[in-house]
């Protein structure tokens, strides 16, 4: 071969590597949306009338039928979900030694030169470490806060990543490789200072229609996936079912039966990315039939 040519075949591999630069598995989405609902079980959400929008999502997507939360009350769940471990939280109070050291999605995503940000329904600001805010928004579900540092070291997250969710961006193609969205306690489905569980799945649903549904279209089109979670189920049971819902470019649609939790999901979204298996994750069953394998 002249050299000429190998000059340019071994140009254009460089080139290559940089653009992609893991084939960690047989799809890595260009993004990942995580949408995290509150304290209501499978039975709840699925064919209920006031979900109209989650159970679209669920006949054009993928549902997991045997999908379980981990922990009550909310706090663990999301730490879960997360970082693969409780942090020693059994509650939703105030984490101690935070600024956390320990692996998480966040920070795993980012050594290896992909992107992370969690976009909070009101959020004060960019970085903020309140505790709550305006009666609706909660640090407890906002777990990347606890891994925030002015001077990140490793397994930290700077402020940047600690976003409100209106900045999630209009322009999908500028979302990072992973975001995590959470609605405000009026719109998560937790309840707020509504009474009604009627209402309070109903506004839930149309705030996500609302919000959500075009980056549901865009995903399928363009190379990304949504995934529709909730922290825990409502009745502080030991089953502890919930809807999982996934719809994107490469999701096989259908309902799946394999059991599920927080920590098979995380497993789920390291894996595409080639990432390390932060804490419980590495022991969780990897999830099945959904993509190609």
């Not at 995934?227 to 030991?238: K, L, P």
């Amino acid at each position: 071969m002249p050299r000429s040519i190998q000059v340019v075949l071994a140009a254009c591999a460089t080139a290559f590597v940089a653009i992609n630069p893991t084939a960690a598995a047989p799809w890595s989405p260009s993004h990942v949306v995580i949408v995290i609902e509150e304290n209501h079980s499978f039975e709840q959400i699925i064919g209920d009338p006031d979900a109209s929008f989650i159970n679209k999502l669920a006949k054009e997507g993928a549902l997991f039928t045997d999908s379980h939360a981990l922990h009550h009350p909310s706090q663990p769940n999301y730490l879960a979900l997360f970082s693969g471990s409780t942090q020693g939280a059994d509650g939703d109070g105030a984490l101690a030694g935070t600024p956390l050291t320990t692996p998480n999605l966040g920070a795993a995503l980012i050594a290896k030169g992909y992107s992370f940000a969690g976009y909070s329904e009101g959020l004060p600001a960019i970085g903020s470490l309140r505790r709550a805010a305006e009666g609706v928004y909660a640090r407890r579900h906002n777990p990347w806060s606890n891994w925030q540092a002015e001077h990140p070291g490793p397994n930290q997250l700077s402020a940047d990543t600690n976003q409100p969710f209106k900045n999630f961006p209009s322009d999908f193609g500028r979302l990072p490789t992973v975001a995590f969205v959470v609605p405000d306690l009026s719109h998560d489905e937790h309840g707020g200072r509504l009474a009604s569980d009627d209402t309070l799945i109903r506004i839930s649903d149309d705030w996500l229609q609302r919000n959500l549904g075009d980056y549901a279209q865009w995903a399928v089109t363009h190379n990304s996936l949504l995934i529709v979670t909730w922290d825990e189920d409502n009745g502080d049971t030991a089953a502890n079912h919930i809807p999982t819902i996934m719809i994107g470019a490469q999701v096989r649609p259908g309902r799946y039966g394999q059991r599920i939790d927080h920590h098979s999901v995380l497993r789920m979204i390291e894996d595409f990315y080639g990432l390390p298996h932060a804490g419980a994750a590495g022991q969780a069953a990897p999830i099945v039939g959904v993509i190609p394998e």
